[in-house]
C-alpha cells in the first residue's frame, strides 16, 4: 500500500508539474503578447483592472477551493460518497451566493471606482466585463479542485493546455481585428469566453467520473457546516494576506502614480517572478497527500518536500537576480528596461513563495 501510494504521489505530482509548466508558460506568454502589444501604458491600466477584479474576489471566497478540496479529499479518502455529495451542494451553493454578490458590488462600483478612485476613466468598460469573468472564472477554479481530491491530475494537464491556447489565440485575435481603443475590453471579454469553455470541458468531465455527485443528497449536519466554516475562516485570513501581497502593490500604483506605464514596468517583473515561482509548487497535488498521511509520518514526508523545493527554489532565485536586465530585454523588449530594479528585488520572492505554498498546505492538512 505504501508503495502504491508513493507511486500515486509520483504519477500526480508530474502530472501536476506539467500542468504548472502548461499554465506558468501559457500564462508568461499571454503576458509577453499583451506586453508587446499593449505597450507599458495599457498594459499598466490592464494590470490595474485585473487587479482590482481580483482582489474584489479574494475578499470575499478566498480560501473556498481549498476548503472543499481540504475536505472532499477526506471524505473520498474514507469511502463517505454521501457526505462528499453533501460537502458539494453545500459550498457549491455558498460559492454561487458569494461570486453573484462580488460580480454585483464590482459592476456596481466600476463608475465610482474609475472616474473618482483612480481618476482613470479607462478602466470603467473593462471592469464591467471583469465583473462577468470573475464570476465565471470562480466557477472554473472550484470544479477543478475535484481532480485533485480524485487524484486524476490528468485532467487538469488537459483543462491548462485548452485554457491557455485559447487565451492566447483569442488575445492575437483581437489585436489583429479590434481598434486599439478596445484592446484592453477585448481581452477581458475573450478571457470570459475562455473560462465559459473550459467550464464546459471540466464539468463533463467531473460528471462522467463522478456522476453520482451531482445526484441529490441530505444536508450537511450543522456540526459539519459549522466545523468547515471555522476551517474556511482561518484559511482565508492567510489567503487574503497572500493574495493582497500579490494585489495590493498595483491598486496602491493605480493610485499614487499617474503615468500607468510604471504600473506596466512594475507588473512585468512580478508576471516574471510568480511564473518561475508557480513551477516550483505542487499546491493540489501535496494537499489531498498531506491530509491522508498519518501525523506520525508527515513531518518526514515534509522535509522531503521541503528539501527538493529549496534545491530548485534557491537557484532560481538567484539567477533571476543575476540575468535581470538580459532577461526582461528578451521577454519584453527594451521598451520594459525599467522593470529592471523591481525585478532584482522581486527575484527573492520565487523562495519566498515557495515556502509559503509549503507551509499554507501543511497547515491545512
Known amino acids: 500500500m505504501k508503495k502504491d501510494a508513493s507511486k500515486k504521489l509520483i504519477q500526480n505530482s508530474l502530472w501536476s508539474f506539467s500542468s504548472s509548466l502548461v499554465s506558468r508558460i501559457g500564462a508568461l506568454i499571454f503576458t509577453i503578447v499583451l506586453a508587446r502589444f499593449l505597450l507599458p501604458e495599457n498594459f499598466g491600466i490592464y494590470s490595474l483592472i485585473i487587479s482590482i477584479s481580483f482582489i474584489f474576489m479574494t475578499f470575499f471566497h478566498s480560501g473556498l477551493n481549498e476548503t472543499f478540496l481540504r ?11 454521501n457526505r462528499a455529495k453533501a460537502l458539494f451542494k453545500y459550498l457549491l451553493t455558498l ?6 454578490f462580488i460580480s454585483l458590488m464590482l459592476l456596481f462600483l466600476a463608475y465610482p471606482l ?64 479590434l481598434s486599439s481603443a478596445y484592446y484592453i475590453s477585448g481581452i477581458i471579454f475573450g478571457l470570459v469566453v475562455t473560462s465559459l469553455m473550459v467550464l464546459s470541458f471540466v464539468f463533463y468531465y467531473i460528471h462522467k467520473l463522478m456522476p453520482g455527485l451531482f445526484a441529490k443528497s441530505k444536508n450537511l449536519p450543522k456540526s459539519d457546516k459549522k466545523r468547515i466554516l471555522r476551517f474556511l475562516f482561518y484559511l482565508s ?45 505542487f499546491s493540489y497535488v501535496l494537499l489531498p497527500f ?38 526582461l530585454i528578451v521577454v519584453y523588449g527594451q521598451e520594459y528596461l525599467l522593470a529592471t530594479l523591481p525585478l532584482y528585488v522581486l527575484s527573492l520572492l520565487i523562495i519566498f513563495g515557495v515556502l509559503v505554498t509549503l507551509f499554507i498546505n501543511l497547515f491545512s492538512a
Open 237 to 281: 485570513i492567510g489567503t487574503i494576506s497572500f493574495t493582497f501581497f500579490g494585489y495590493i502593490d498595483i491598486l496602491m500604483l493605480g493610485l499614487l502614480i499617474e503615468d500607468p506605464a510604471f504600473i506596466g514596468y512594475y507588473r512585468s517583473a512580478f508576471a516574471l517572478v510568480s511564473s518561475i515561482g508557480g513551477l516550483l509548487t
Open 71 to 81: 475536505y472532499l479529499s477526506e471524505d473520498l479518502a474514507k469511502r463517505n460518497e
Open 114 to 177: 474609475a472616474y473618482y478612485i483612480f481618476y482613470k476613466p479607462a478602466i470603467f468598460l473593462p471592469l464591467l466585463f471583469s465583473a462577468i469573468y470573475i464570476f465565471v472564472y470562480s466557477f472554473e477554479e472550484f470544479f477543478s479542485s475535484i481532480f485533485f481530491a480524485l487524484k486524476k491530475v490528468q485532467y487538469v494537464l488537459i483543462k491548462e493546455t485548452l485554457s491557455q491556447t485559447i487565451k492566447i489565440l483569442l488575445s492575437l485575435g483581437v489585436f489583429l481585428i
Open 290 to 327: 498531506f491530509t491522508q498521511v498519518k501525523k506520525n509520518k508527515i513531518s518526514g514526508v515534509f522535509n522531503k518536500v521541503f528539501k527538493y523545493a529549496m534545491f530548485l527554489a534557491i537557484p532560481a532565485s538567484f539567477g533571476t537576480f543575476i540575468l535581470a536586465k538580459h532577461i
Open 95 to 100: 460559492k454561487f451566493v458569494i461570486s453573484g
